[in-house]
């Protein structure tokens, strides 16, 4: 984790506390986005994504913690100033379907002070192209499809080119083709100096978007960084798999020089190294000892790698009792080694049914 003295963060949220009554919505929360990058914040439905997504806005105080962005209390009384240059995409953001798109975004325009004339519409047609709806913008919204709405939404959040936008699950509800291009397009924002915060249960869509993950579970931030640093956390030596046809005969890695550690289960065997360039060397050794080899790969942990780690680790027992098992509903986990299922790999989506 990096420290504010030696980055430039646009947002900080430090050891928040929220409740609703009798529900703590939020415990400990700590969340920062340097400037110009893709935050993406991680976790399943309920983990208080959304709720963390009002606080930075000011929409919600709270009740222990301090929030700051762009050196602001956005729920004090400087707090205009924040949402000025900020931009919002709910879930299911509200749009005006007997209205034309091109009246929404109008409407818009004037809302954030851009006036009417050539320069405001200049700028609404700008925003129709950067996400590719200008021929649909005279056509009633409650005619368009899921995607296209997101797209307009999308829109009218950057009509006043804000510096921090904010999207709580954008791809919601959109089919795989619309979801990778809103996806392409959030990533275009940042070359233009624009910083993203985004909420997600979806593994997959957070890898090789995210800049930095605060992954999330019951309003509490477990980890968050650049993905590559907190792998490293987890996996400090460099790894590599191994499968072979004749899989005993890789055992002679356990004692070779350089593994740091070795294991092997059923046909694959897992090996860290203190430096990837004795991987050739290690692999001419095998060769010569008669290992049928099937496959030689390094291993790079993803997000989701990361994830189950995280899970794996805080379901360890500490002196000797194991922790109490998590909430009802909790993403599952397989007894051996907190891998995910089929469905659970691709999304988060069930770890809060």
């Not at 009798?22 to 400990?28: E, F, K, P, R, S």
């Not at 002679?252 to 991987?279: I, K, N, P």
Request: glycine content about 10%; proline content about 7%.
């Amino acid at each position: 984790m990096n420290s504010p003295m030696t980055r430039d963060f646009l947002v900080n949220v430090s050891s928040v506390n929220r409740s609703f009554g009798d529900v703590q919505a939020l415990t400990n929360l700590t969340i920062e986005v340097p400037k110009g990058s893709i935050s993406v914040l991680l976790g399943p439905n309920g983990a208080g994504k959304t709720t963390a997504i009002r606080m930075i806005t000011g929409a919600l105080t709270p009740d222990q913690g301090t929030v700051s962005v762009f050196g602001t209390d956005p729920g004090g009384p400087d707090g205009a100033s924040v949402r000025r240059k900020c931009g919002v995409v709910s879930a299911k953001p509200s749009l005006y379907d007997r209205l034309s798109g091109w009246d929404n975004l109008r409407y818009a325009a004037e809302l954030y002070g851009l006036g009417k004339g050539k320069s405001a519409d200049g700028r609404i047609n700008e925003a129709a192209v950067q996400f590719g709806i200008e021929a649909a913008l005279q056509y009633e919204v409650g005619g368009y499809s899921t995607g296209m709405k997101t797209r307009l939404a999308l829109a009218r959040a950057v009509l006043h080119e804000p510096e921090l936008l904010l999207l709580d699950e954008p791809t919601s509800g959109l089919d795989p083709e619309s979801a990778n291009a809103v996806l392409e397009l959030i990533r275009d924002m940042t070359s233009d100096g624009q910083t993203v915060l985004m909420c997600t249960h979806l593994l997959l869509e957070a890898e090789g978007l995210a800049d930095e993950v605060v992954m999330m579970e019951h309003g509490t931030s477990l980890i968050w960084g650049p993905p590559s640093d907190l792998a490293r956390k987890y996996w400090p030596a460099d790894s590599v798999r191994v499968s072979a046809r004749n899989p005993e005969a890789m055992d002679a890695l356990a004692t070779a020089e350089g593994v740091v550690s070795f294991d092997r289960s059923g046909d694959t065997a897992s090996f860290e190294v203190d430096s990837l360039d004795r991987v050739p060397e290690i692999v001419g050794q095998l060769v010569n000892l008669g290992v049928e080899l099937t496959a030689v790969k390094p291993f790079n942990p993803t997000l989701e790698d990361l994830y189950f780690a995280v899970r794996k680790e805080r379901s360890a027992p500490v002196n000797g009792e194991s922790t109490p098992p998590p909430p009802p509903g909790a993403l599952p986990r397989s007894e051996e080694s907190a891998r995910p299922t089929a469905k659970s790999a691709q999304s988060l989506q069930g770890a809060s049914k």
